[in-house]
């Protein structure tokens, strides 16, 4: 089994920063894609950023402001001048590579971590 552990939420006033991260942990061979979502309420989950085979993608929302950033098992998301709209609930996710009866790739998600973004 694998688990996602995420931190770093809170509140912040608006221009502000906050840096998340997300640990990854359990029957880890190796891990492919991670990336980091969001869902604000009443809102769809959206694609925030993502790291993967050397390359990194943003959300045009949040391109120039969100750097996303991996080290080991570990996924963090840099979030710098911070706007009211960034107010959601963030989950990572990860394609983990474990021995499951067979050798396979699961996506696996953590539990979400609030930031809200208010004056």
């Known amino acids: 089994q694998v688990q996602l552990v995420e931190s770093g939420g809170g509140l912040v006033q608006p221009g502000g920063s906050l840096r998340l991260s997300c640990a990854a942990s359990?029957?880890?061979?190796?891990?492919?894609?991670m990336r980091w979502y969001r869902q604000a309420p009443g809102k769809e989950r959206e694609l925030v950023a993502d790291s993967g085979g050397g390359s990194t993608n943003y959300a045009d929302s949040v391109k120039g402001r969100f750097t996303i950033s991996r080290a080991g098992n570990a996924v963090y998301l840099q979030m710098n001048n911070l706007k009211p709209e960034d107010t959601a609930v963030y989950y990572c996710?990860?394609?983990?590579?474990?021995?499951?009866?067979?050798?396979?790739?699961?996506?696996?998600w953590g539990q979400g971590t609030q930031v809200t973004v208010s004056s």
């Open positions: 996710n990860a394609d983990v590579k474990s021995y499951i009866g067979l050798y396979a790739f699961v996506t696996y």
């Open positions: 359990g029957s880890i061979l190796s891990i492919n894609t």
